[in-house]
């Protein structure tokens, strides 16, 4: 029988690129705000393509009300 393959356990958080769809609304949103496509795009690579675009001192992009280098580009 074929073997279904595992998925490592989520850590439960909301990775930056599905909150920034969210934000964006649709994936052609998201693309036409970064230039590239969502399933082309690397977490790492998303993040730095937000910060030249938008800035970090910027507001974050999620409401928090917080600089969105304290809030969603944590840990990079």
Aim: one cysteine or more.
């Amino acid at each position: 029988m074929g073997e279904t393959a595992e998925h490592p356990p989520s850590s439960g958080e909301t990775s930056f690129k599905t909150k920034f769809i969210r934000h964006c609304g649709t994936y052609k949103r998201f693309r036409e705000a970064l230039g590239r496509d969502f399933f082309a795009i690397t977490k790492p690579e998303a993040k730095r393509l937000y910060q030249k675009r938008y800035g970090r001192n910027s507001k974050c992009f999620c409401a928090s009300g917080k600089k969105a280098k304290k809030c969603c580009l944590t840990g990079y």
